[in-house]
């Protein structure tokens, strides 16, 4: 099975050609407008191009960027898909990572890696709801205890706020990489993404795969990222840390149509272009995944 051409599927977000974000400014959401924030923010166009460039995330090669605006909120990150199951102000990064990392019900890449991956885009839904960030020495710290609107997400949050001192990034992602894989799945059955297909074992036993129950809200993360790419669109924030997380799990290698040096080079800056702790998050996943590559290589 094989994604078909960006342009062959409607990209239903708008894109204004005139910024409207300036601070304190209000407007009417048009179309596909996103779903109100929990801290009950003016709802924001799915999609709309707003974003900074930080001063801590500053790219070797920068590409061209949008206009500063003001911090990103949950409802930005939120993102809605043509047929979308179940529209959700969460930003469910793990979400769409499942996806892509899929095609059908085969896994693109290896268990672990996706499983450190998805334990990364659990962490990053909490910290672009501002419910955690990471110190200087890489600990999570919680910063919000208010539970999320998403059960994953509070199940998450709960466990780091039962430790009794911050936990290590690399130790967070060793911990939630063991059941990530199952706990996104499971998310997304809930939701009616997927279905879970149970089979017998010749010499016995059970195993247990994921199919996606509609393969346009399969094919629209790709298609979204390729769109955006060919195109020239800056990505939106909720984009960018999905595009992070892909380069990170190699993913990207069966999304992106380009992945040249240069091309991965640009979408790696884009994936820097957000707010603490996302790239710091997405640092330690780098070096984690690094590290266990090159320990697996030694042996």
Not at 36 to 50: L, M
């Amino acid at each position: 099975m094989s994604y078909p051409h960006p342009q062959d599927l409607h990209d239903p977000r708008q894109y204004p050609p005139t910024p409207r974000h300036a601070a304190g400014h209000n407007w009417s959401p048009g179309p596909y407008a996103g779903p109100a924030a929990p801290g009950g923010d003016q709802p924001i166009p799915a999609g709309y191009p707003v974003g900074q460039t930080p001063s801590h995330a500053t790219p070797a090669v920068p590409p061209a960027v949008p206009a500063a605006g003001p911090p990103h909120t949950v409802a930005q990150y939120a993102v809605v898909a043509p047929r979308p199951s179940r529209p959700s102000a969460w930003p469910r990064f793990g979400d769409d990572l499942f996806r892509l990392a899929h095609d059908g019900g085969r896994l693109f890449v290896d268990q672990d890696l996706i499983a450190l991956g998805l334990a990364c885009a659990m962490l990053a839904e909490l910290g672009a709801g501002q419910h955690i960030d990471v110190d200087q020495q890489g600990r999570v710290v919680v910063v919000n205890r208010r539970p999320p609107p998403d059960a994953l997400a509070h199940t998450v949050l709960d466990q780091l706020a039962a430790e009794p001192e911050p936990v290590h990034v690399y130790d967070c992602l060793r911990f939630l990489s063991k059941d990530a894989y199952q706990q996104v799945a499971r998310r997304m059955v809930l939701s009616g993404d997927l279905r879970e297909i149970t089979r017998k074992r010749l010499f016995g036993g059970q195993r247990t795969s994921y199919a996606p129950t509609d393969n346009n809200t399969a094919y629209w993360a790709c298609a979204r990222l390729n769109t955006s790419m060919s195109k020239g669109r800056d990505f939106d924030p909720f984009d960018r840390v999905l595009v992070g997380l892909l380069l990170s799990t190699g993913v990207y290698r069966r999304v992106f149509e380009n992945t040249s040096g240069s091309a991965v080079t640009q979408l790696t800056a884009y994936s820097r272009q957000t707010r603490q702790p996302i790239p710091a998050l997405l640092g330690h996943l780098d070096s984690f995944v690094g590290n266990t590559a090159s320990t697996v290589t030694a042996r």
